[in-house]
C-alpha cells in the first residue's frame, strides 16, 4: 500500500511555462513534505521542503503548494528550463521515524527547448 | 567539501554471492540510510542508522544486512545475492536535527 503517490509517470512541458508536479498521500502522520530531482546515473538532489503547519513554500522558480484537507502537495517550476528536465521524487516523513523518507513512484518532467 | 560517495558505482555478480556495498559520508551526520530504486517504486528503505552500534530494518530488509562501526561508514551486505536484487542502491545521510537527506550517486548491481 503507496502511502505516497505520484499517478502521473511522465509530464512535458514547454520552455518557459509553468511545470506542475502532482503527489497525493495517505498517512495523516506525515508533518514534513520533500521533493528531490534526479538526473539520469546521479543521486536524488533535495530541492525544496514544506512543513505540515504551512501551505506554501518559496524557493526561487520553485514553490510548493500543501493542501491538507485533500493530502495533496504539488510543485511548480515557473519559468520551466531545459535543465529542469529530470525525474522528480515526492517523499514524506515524520518526526516518529527517524526522519525516514517514503517516496512517491516518481514523475519523469521534460522541458521541450 | 563534505560528501557522500558510495563505491563500486557498478557491480555484477553471481546468484548466491555475498556482496557488500560501501557507502562513506564526510557530513559528520548521526542518521544514514540505504534505500532502493525499482521501476514503477520509487526509493524504497532497505536500512537505516541513528548512530554508530545502531541499525534498523527498513521496508525491504530481507537478504540485506547492515553495520555502523564508526559514524563515517555504512556497508550493505547481500548475504546471498538474488535475482530479485537487481536494482540501483543510494546511500542517504541527515542531521538528526533536519528532515532532508542528502544521497550519493548510487551502486547499480546486477545479478546473474
Known amino acids: 500500500d503507496q502511502q505516497v503517490k505520484q499517478n502521473s509517470p511522465s509530464l512535458s512541458v514547454q520552455e518557459g511555462r509553468i511545470s506542475i508536479l502532482n503527489c497525493d498521500y495517505t498517512n495523516s502522520m506525515f508533518d514534513y513534505f520533500l521533493w528531490y530531482k534526479k538526473y539520469p546515473a546521479e543521486g536524488p538532489t533535495f530541492l525544496i521542503s514544506i512543513s505540515s503547519i504551512k501551505d506554501k513554500n518559496e524557493d526561487g522558480r520553485f514553490t510548493v503548494f500543501l493542501n491538507k484537507s485533500a493530502k495533496h502537495l504539488s510543485l511548480h517550476i515557473v519559468p520551466s528550463q531545459p535543465g529542469d528536465s529530470a525525474v522528480y521524487f515526492c517523499?514524506?516523513?515524520?518526526?516518529?521515524?527517524?526522519?525516514?523518507?517514503?517516496f512517491g513512484s516518481g514523475t519523469q518532467l521534460t522541458v521541450l527547448p | 567539501d563534505a560528501e557522500i560517495t558510495q563505491s563500486p558505482r557498478h557491480k555484477i555478480t553471481e546468484t548466491g554471492r555475498q556482496v557488500t556495498l560501501a557507502c562513506h559520508q564526510t557530513w559528520n551526520h548521526n542518521n544514514m540510510f540505504w534505500y532502493r530504486q525499482d521501476l514503477g517504486h520509487g526509493l524504497r528503505l532497505i536500512h537505516y542508522s541513528y548512530g554508530v552500534h545502531d541499525t534498523n530494518k527498513g521496508e525491504v530488509s530481507d537478504g540485506y544486512s547492515v553495520s555502523r562501526s564508526n559514524t563515517e561508514d555504512l556497508p550493505l551486505t547481500l548475504e546471498s545475492a538474488a535475482s530479485s536484487q537487481t536494482s540501483v542502491y543510494f546511500c542517504a545521510s541527515s542531521e538528526s536535527t533536519r528532515v532532508e537527506a542528502f544521497f550519493g550517486q548510487g551502486t547499480r548491481l546486477t545479478v546473474v
Open positions: 517523499a514524506a516523513t515524520f518526526s516518529g521515524s527517524a526522519r525516514q523518507l517514503t
